[in-house]
């Protein structure tokens, strides 16, 4: 199995997310057919707030709130930039772009796994990622009582002199 292949077989998984098995990964799964829509995480070649901070050997806590504000100013500034070209494009839902800034300078939105190449083509994305996401299963509490005793429970509850 190559490299491609591991990474591609992580978006199947769900194992506990380590370094051999990412959140994200740059390479599409195999499975998903170019028209699905796919979550993409787009990160922005210009430093986020603690890669600037680090460039100035700060912490951000050192930075003053003029840097602060300033360099907000200009992530956010860059960012709107590349996601207009973005939306001019591919199709994006401006509404549900969802920013970052602080650890790193990117965003995410939903976009058809066919388009992915054409975003990474633009002026200003470094790499573009593919998120994983789970579904969370809910407990059916309804079916399980017999699982925790629960009968056996009422019946102790419904004896007893003890108002709960």
Request: proline content about 4%; hydrophobic content about 35%.
């Amino acid at each position: 199995m190559t490299s491609d292949e591991d990474k591609n077989s992580n978006l199947e998984t769900s194992a506990p997310i380590t370094e051999s098995n990412p959140v994200a990964t740059e390479t599409p799964s195999p499975t998903i057919p170019n028209e699905q829509c796919v979550r993409a995480i787009v990160e922005f070649a210009k430093a986020s707030m603690l890669d600037y901070a680090s460039q100035q050997q700060k912490t951000v806590a050192q930075l003053s709130q003029a840097e602060i504000e300033k360099k907000l100013r200009e992530i956010k500034e860059e960012q709107d930039k590349i996601l207009d070209e973005i939306s001019k494009t591919v199709a994006i839902d401006k509404e549900k772009v969802k920013r970052y800034n602080a650890i790193v300078n990117g965003a995410a939105f939903d976009v058809l796994a066919s388009e992915i190449e054409k975003i990474k083509s633009i002026t200003g994305v470094k790499k573009v990622y593919f998120s994983r996401e789970y579904v969370q299963a809910k407990p059916l509490l309804s079916s399980s009582g017999h699982l925790i005793g629960l009968s056996q429970l009422c019946v102790i509850w419904s004896q007893s002199s003890i108002l709960f």
